[in-house]
């Protein structure tokens, strides 16, 4: 986990400052937060399969695991061992980003590991996943189209230069040393998707009730304007895709 020193930044795209700015991401307002820490790296096919495993074998579980991931062949594939079903990564693919996992299967894994640590992991808001991106305190300075660099290739795997997922921390970190978060996967966040109001805000959670909740970072089977560290997009919590994975907050 890499700590991330509270501030204040601009949130959102503003066309003097950006490019490719879309109306979702407007208006640029200003947001404070509190110190927080965030994955250095996206959530892997190996973490989550510690969990899935961990959870099925508990006899007193009521949740229906089938629900939170789907099998794929860079994914979790899912297997019978002396009669119980067990959860691993594809041959290869440990240090890839855990993918096809949905917003329920995210916070689930967030409480287990909370559970198992006695820490309060959880999904990243929108803001402290944004603010992150951008290199935090950095952030004005820097001022980077994408997370770490305005140069897309040396941060991200992406439409143009990857045909699937990658293993974390393959290309170069931002200024925070967090790596990943333009391209590769998607990553859920914790809140509501909603319309910015441009008011300053301090931590902010997004909005209060909706249908879907946000997921940010673009992904390796998308273009550049995606991995920007501007750009929202959203799904219904049961939303489970190829380039959306997670990554953790606490």
């Known amino acids: 986990m890499i700590r991330v020193n509270g501030g204040t ?4 795209c503003e066309d003097k400052r950006d490019k490719d700015c879309e109306d979702n991401e407007k208006p640029a307002h200003e947001v404070t937060l509190s110190t927080y820490s ?28 089938d629900r939170y991931i789907t099998e794929h062949e860079w994914g979790l594939q899912k297997t019978t061992v002396n009669g119980e079903t067990r959860w691993q990564p594809a041959k290869g693919y440990e240090k890839y980003p855990v993918i096809n996992v949905n917003w329920d299967g995210a916070v689930a894994y967030c409480r287990w590991l909370s559970n198992k640590t006695g820490q309060q992991y959880r999904l990243p808001t929108e803001a402290e996943w944004e603010y992150a991106a951008r290199g935090g305190e950095n ?20 439409g143009d230069n990857s045909k699937g997922t990658n293993p974390v921390g393959r290309k170069k970190a931002n200024q925070l040393r967090i790596h990943d978060m333009s391209g590769n996967v998607y990553e859920w966040c914790q809140d509501w998707y909603g319309d910015y109001s441009g008011n300053k805000q301090t931590n ?10 946000v997921y940010r970072g673009g992904g390796w089977n998308y273009g550049e304007r995606y991995c920007r560290v501007s750009y929202r997009n959203y799904s219904t919590p049961a939303g489970r895709y190829s380039p959306l994975g997670f990554r953790l907050a606490l």
């Open 9 to 12: 930044f601009m949130m959102g």
């Open 38 to 65: 965030i994955g250095k790296y996206e959530v892997t096919n190996a973490e989550y399969a510690v969990f899935m495993n961990d959870v099925t074998a508990n006899p007193n579980r009521v949740d229906n695991l």
């Open 139 to 158: 952030s004005e300075k820097v001022n980077f189209q994408y997370a770490g660099s305005n140069r897309i290739d040396e941060v991200a795997w992406y």
């Open 204 to 213: 902010p959670g997004g909005a209060n009730s909706g249908s879907s909740r």
